[in-house]
């Protein structure tokens, strides 16, 4: 018994000892006020934080579509905290697909929908908001802004510092038909608990007394000749269910019948009809759609348009030089809803060179790009269009001994040209070489002349006698700076 009672002894002791050590000194306080520790427990050393939690768009809708008010577009970030080269990246996820737009500074002016600006002077960030109303839905956008910086406060002077916020953009539709119900009461409202975010219940869609439709596009460019589509939104009837009858479809041709074209339905969703034609040849074909719902024989009619798109010859040089800088134009019209791209390939297949949008491009051949054959196509949804065309890189075509000319007893002027670029400079005539004879060579630089959208450059020499009691022959040869040569000319011939 009086072995154990020690033990017990000796673990109350160190306990004790353990407890004494947790309270802190009268030095220490003083040290920590002097140095305003207490305030900095609670302080981070970088932290943002959003001035609101979410941006409302609110969207009327009435008889002859939509009127939006009520945009809340611009949410303002703040940091905190002694910091310094501050990066930011901002991300938006639309809830209803799972798909993710990450923009940050270098990528920042390429989206129309979504930007944001940075402000040092105020340690603050504004994100703008510029919502698009296409599919007549309810929509949500989670926004997470995140930020990279490195430290100034002296106790972890050049640190990494890191942290993330983010807020909700909602699209809410009203309709204007008397109950304020907000329509689409879609997944892309279904949150999940670890969200973070506070959304208001939304009203289940109920059938308003008015019918209307809304298309996709009121103009449809398409390829002469080619397919299109387009959606048409319906407000007011389940397509699937509340048709009175077939919807029509009435074709109205301009400037008359012969510019072809036709439209049918291909499919119904619970909200639309997607329809689907041949576009014209030329002129305009107008599209007409009506339906009529079955509980009261109500009707509507939309009517969009579909203008065709002809499609020129592209313009590019079909030979290439290295050092030049060569553009391309593949002629390619803005398509609706479908993928327009121009390529290069080599011979091996490997690209080249892809321009998104059929935007014009160029391109400069370096020299161990020489000898290459490269296949310039053009595509609309990764079907080709038009002819594969080919290009080749060639090194510059040698110097030219063009002709001679005779000013003067025994003076005669000789004419070249060179091609192309060297080193980053114009590739002239570097001396005209006497290979042997009697003769003297200077060039008459007065008489210089460039075309310098070709890169092709002329000179002239005068050539006389070395020995004017001697006859007067000579084999000359140009030289140009990149070594080429031309032919050996003789004179007499």
Request: neutral net charge; hydrophobic residues 35%.
């Amino acid at each position: 018994m009086a072995k154990k009672r020690k033990i017990v002894e000796i673990y109350f002791i160190l306990y004790l000892a353990a407890l004494i050590f947790l309270i802190p000194s009268k030095n220490n306080e003083n040290k920590d006020t002097i140095n305003n520790s207490p305030s900095r427990i609670f302080q981070l050393p970088f932290s943002l934080k959003p001035e609101k939690n979410a941006l409302l768009a609110s969207v009327r809708l009435d008889s002859s579509g939509i009127s939006y008010y009520n945009i809340d577009s611009v949410n303002t970030i703040f940091y905190t905290g002694s910091i310094k080269d501050i990066k930011y990246e901002v991300s938006i996820e639309d809830r209803s697909t799972r798909q993710v737009l990450t923009i940050n500074e270098d990528q920042n002016n390429n989206n129309l929908f979504f930007k944001y600006y940075t402000d040092k002077n105020s340690q603050s960030l504004k994100f703008i908001w510029n919502p698009q109303f296409y599919d007549r839905r309810n929509k949500v956008y989670i926004v997470k802004v995140s930020a990279q910086a490195i430290s100034n406060e002296k106790d972890n002077e050049g640190q990494i510092l890191e942290d993330m916020v983010q807020f909700s953009l909602n699209i809410n539709y009203i309709n204007d038909f008397g109950d304020n119900s907000i329509l689409a009461n879609d997944n892309s409202l279904n949150f999940q608990a670890n969200d973070s975010i506070s959304i208001e219940s939304i009203k289940t869609f109920t059938t308003p007394s008015n019918l209307f439709m809304t298309p996709r596009e009121e103009i449809i460019r398409s390829i002469a000749y080619g397919t299109w589509e387009n959606e048409i939104s319906i407000f007011g009837l389940d397509p699937k269910f509340d048709l009175r009858k077939q919807p029509e479809i009435k074709l109205i041709r301009e400037p008359d019948s012969r510019i072809g074209g036709n439209a049918k339905i291909t499919g119904f969703t619970s909200t639309s009809i997607i329809l689907q034609g041949e576009t014209p040849g030329f002129g305009v074909l107008k599209v007409q759609l009506s339906i009529t719902r079955h509980s009261d024989g109500k009707e509507a009619i939309r009517e969009f348009k579909v203008i065709p798109q002809l499609i020129d010859e592209p313009k590019f040089e079909p030979i290439l030089y290295p050092g030049i800088k060569y553009n391309f134009d593949p002629k390619l019209p803005i398509i609706s809803g479908q993928r327009v791209y121009a390529s290069l390939k080599s011979n091996d297949g490997k690209l080249f060179y892809s321009s998104d949008n059929g935007a014009k491009f160029s391109i400069t051949p370096s020299i161990n790009d020489t000898g290459k054959v490269l296949y310039f196509e053009r595509f609309i949804d990764n079907n080709l269009v038009g002819q594969k065309y080919t290009i080749r890189i060639n090194m510059y075509p040698s110097p030219e001994i063009t002709r001679f000319s005779e000013v003067g007893k025994n003076t005669l002027r000789i004419f070249t040209n060179c091609y192309g670029i060297y080193q980053n400079n114009e590739n002239y005539i570097s001396k005209i070489e006497l290979i042997q004879g009697n003769a003297k060579i200077r060039e008459i630089y007065g008489a210089q002349k460039n075309e310098e959208d070709r890169f092709t450059f002329r000179q002239v020499f005068e050539i006389v006698p070395l020995n004017p009691n001697n006859e007067f022959s000579f084999k000359i040869q140009a030289v140009a700076i990149n070594g080429q040569k031309s032919e050996i000319i003789s004179f007499p011939k």
